[in-house]
């Protein structure tokens, strides 16, 4: 019936309009054949698709629109921006918030118990302590952890420094109750069950692993073990005589130490500082107290030399630097950034950096070198990193290294000291740009110092930096105690007393 429906709509004809059999001709009639295909061309049936477009996708036909009563306009919520609010809690915590109302909210615990507050006894715990933030705690089995933030879309993440570890979640406002509550219970009520630690130990071998597939890790552990004695030389991975011995006595005994209320700060973006305030005093219960005081880091000096059968040699040659929040600090990276501090536009040659040009006059082989920064607490490293080829790492080292001794000798203009502003500016203020920056920047200073410094402030000390700084802090590198770290075909590569 289908397909005979469908020749009658083609053909434009009504059967019933057909003569039967028997029946008298009509098409001699002229007015009955004028009648006939009047009616033929107006009775066409409608197809069978267009009749299911009309009753089926109603959804979508266009709403009409409908007026408010009385041509009322819809009322518009102004929302005022705020300013970082930042408070210390009679225990000892800090709390900072910045409310930016944005639809995500990123809250984030950070604490001091970093690798440097490690001893010789429990070295690799803050390792084994950043992979077991999702093992069961007092109020949540890790299967509820999991599916409970996956269900609201959320994230829980953990990282740590030499100084810092940094618990963090990331959802929608919406649901920040909840992903809170896993928060609270990762930071305060671990229970580190005998078999799950058992389990979780091998991860750290793959963990480590995978890192030291980059050279360049390798190579700055080295560079922290032989440049201190204590403190900062502690690895960021757990040494691997160390691997599968890591007992859940010794994580507990670690958090006790480290997980106090005077070591401790609670930041949040995109959250009312109130809310934070009363989670931070009610529900984040943590030990009061300042904990542990762990070891003032020592600057010795030394060398580390790792010899493999790579064609390329990863060489880094410091001296002791500054540490955050002192008066050289600035002009070090002001330095890093006059010496050339890597590419500043992606897959870029760094044809402007002093290394880059320096070095190029010395071997025509591929290389690359770039000035090395790091600042903590109490101290800090300054020096050149280079990348070259075994037979040319001599000579590209010792190039590297007279580009700073002619800087200490006054050899740079006040036009690349402010260029290298500009570069340093413009890199501190994209970092701070996304929510994970921002975070980190806030939490960073409120857990070191108590106190927040606002990019524009931060612009201004980089911009009173003068060039006599930075030749001084070319001065404190060339005449300090070096330390040296290297790994590759080392045939080629001078030890550090010959430099």
Same mark, same amino acid.
């Given at each position: 019936?289908?397909?005979a429906?469908?020749?009658e709509?083609?053909?434009?004809?009504d059967?019933k *309009?057909?003569? &039967?059999?028997?029946?008298?001709?009509?098409?001699?009639s002229?007015g009955?054949?004028?009648?006939?295909?009047?009616?033929?061309?107006?009775?066409?049936?409608?197809p069978? %698709?267009?009749r299911?477009?009309s009753?089926?996708? =109603?959804?979508?036909k266009?709403?009409?629109?409908?007026?408010?009563?009385?041509?009322?306009?819809?009322?518009?919520?102004l &929302?005022?921006?705020?300013?970082?609010?930042?408070? #210390?809690?009679?225990?000892?915590?800090?709390?900072?918030? &910045?409310?930016? =109302?944005?639809p995500?909210?990123?809250? +984030?615990?950070?604490?001091?118990a970093?690798?440097r507050y490690?001893? !010789? !006894?429990?070295?690799?715990?803050?390792?084994?302590?950043?992979?077991?933030?999702?093992?069961?705690?007092? @109020?949540?089995?890790?299967?509820?952890?999991?599916?409970?933030?996956?269900?609201v879309? +959320?994230?829980?993440?953990?990282?740590s !420094?030499?100084?810092?570890?940094?618990?963090?979640?990331?959802?929608?406002?919406? =649901?920040?109750?909840?992903?809170?509550?896993?928060?609270? $219970?990762?930071?305060?009520?671990?229970?580190?069950?005998?078999?799950?630690?058992?389990?979780?130990?091998?991860?750290?071998?793959?963990?480590?692993?995978?890192?030291?597939q980059?050279?360049?890790?390798?190579?700055?552990? $080295?560079?922290?073990?032989?440049?201190?004695?204590?403190?900062?030389? $502690? *690895?960021?991975y757990c040494?691997?005589y160390?691997? +599968?011995?890591i !007992?859940?006595e010794?994580?507990?005994?670690?958090?006790?130490n480290?997980?106090?209320?005077?070591?401790?700060?609670?930041?949040?973006?995109?959250?009312?500082h109130?809310?934070?305030?009363?989670?931070?005093?009610?529900?984040?219960n943590?030990?009061? @107290?300042?904990?542990?005081?762990?070891? #003032?880091? #020592?600057?010795?000096?030394?060398?580390?030399?790792?010899?493999?059968s790579?064609?390329?040699?990863?060489?880094?040659?410091?001296?002791? /630097?500054?540490?955050? @929040?002192?008066?050289?600090?600035?002009?070090f990276?002001?330095?890093q950034?006059?010496?050339?501090?890597?590419?500043?536009?992606?897959? /870029?040659?760094?044809?402007?950096?002093?290394?880059?040009?320096?070095?190029a006059?010395?071997?025509a082989l591929?290389?690359? %070198?770039?000035?090395?920064?790091?600042n =903590?607490?109490?101290?800090?490293?300054?020096g050149v990193?280079?990348?070259?080829?075994?037979? %040319?790492?001599?000579?590209?080292?010792?190039? %590297? &290294?007279?580009?700073?001794?002619?800087?200490?000798?006054?050899g740079?203009?006040?036009?690349?000291?402010?260029?290298?502003?500009?570069?340093?500016?413009?890199?501190?203020?994209?970092s701070?740009?996304?929510?994970?920056?921002?975070?980190?920047?806030?939490?960073?200073?409120?857990?070191?110092s108590?106190?927040?410094?606002?990019?524009?402030?931060?612009a201004?000390?980089?911009?009173?930096?003068?060039?006599?700084?930075?030749?001084?802090?070319?001065?404190?590198?060339?005449s300090?105690?070096?330390?040296?770290?290297?790994?590759?075909?080392?045939?080629?590569?001078?030890?550090?007393?010959?430099l």
């Open positions: 019936m289908v397909r429906a469908r020749k709509w083609q053909c434009g004809v059967r *309009s057909l003569p &039967l059999p028997g029946r008298p001709s009509w098409i001699s002229p009955r054949l004028r009648r006939a295909l009047w009616r033929a061309e107006t009775m066409k049936p409608i069978a %698709a267009a299911c477009l009753r089926r996708f =109603y959804s979508l266009t709403a009409p629109k409908v007026e408010a009563p009385g041509g009322a306009e819809r009322s518009k919520v &929302l005022h921006p705020q300013d970082l609010e930042i408070a #210390k809690l009679p225990n000892g915590l800090m709390i900072a918030s &910045l409310e930016n =109302y944005s995500v909210s990123r809250i +984030g615990v950070f604490i001091k970093g690798s490690e001893t !010789t !006894t429990n070295l690799g715990t803050a390792h084994l302590l950043r992979l077991a933030s999702n093992l069961t705690t007092k @109020g949540a089995s890790a299967f509820k952890i999991t599916r409970g933030i996956e269900a879309g +959320g994230s829980l993440s953990v990282t !420094t030499r100084e810092n570890m940094v618990y963090s979640v990331e959802c929608l406002r919406d =649901y920040i109750d909840t992903v809170l509550e896993y928060l609270l $219970n990762v930071t305060t009520a671990p229970e580190f069950r005998r078999w799950e630690v058992a389990e979780a130990n091998p991860r750290l071998r793959i963990d480590k692993a995978i890192a030291f980059n050279p360049q890790v390798g190579v700055l552990e $080295n560079l922290h073990a032989a440049a201190y004695r204590n403190a900062l030389a $502690n *690895s960021l040494p691997d160390v691997i +599968g011995k !007992t859940s010794q994580l507990h005994q670690f958090v006790q480290n997980f106090t209320s005077g070591r401790m700060a609670l930041v949040g973006l995109g959250v009312s109130s809310d934070l305030k009363q989670i931070g005093e009610h529900y984040l943590i030990r009061s @107290g300042s904990g542990s005081a762990g070891e #003032k880091a #020592k600057y010795r000096g030394g060398e580390i030399r790792e010899l493999n790579h064609s390329l040699v990863h060489a880094a040659v410091v001296a002791e /630097g500054a540490a955050v @929040g002192s008066a050289e600090a600035n002009a990276s002001v330095l950034h006059v010496l050339g501090a890597g590419p500043l536009i992606k897959r /870029g040659s760094s044809v402007t950096s002093k290394l880059i040009q320096g070095v006059k010395a071997t591929p290389f690359d %070198a770039a000035a090395f920064n790091v =903590y607490s109490d101290s800090g490293l300054f990193y280079t990348v070259s080829q075994a037979s %040319a790492a001599g000579e590209v080292i010792k190039a %590297a &290294l007279n580009q700073v001794k002619a800087i200490a000798q006054g740079v203009t006040d036009a690349e000291v402010t260029r290298a502003k500009n570069q340093l500016k413009a890199a501190y203020l994209m701070v740009e996304s929510s994970e920056g921002l975070l980190d920047e806030i939490g960073s200073q409120a857990l070191a108590g106190v927040y410094t606002s990019p524009s402030a931060a201004e000390k980089i911009d009173s930096v003068a060039t006599a700084d930075i030749v001084n802090a070319a001065k404190k590198f060339v300090g105690k070096k330390s040296m770290a290297a790994s590759g075909d080392l045939a080629n590569t001078p030890f550090v007393d010959e």
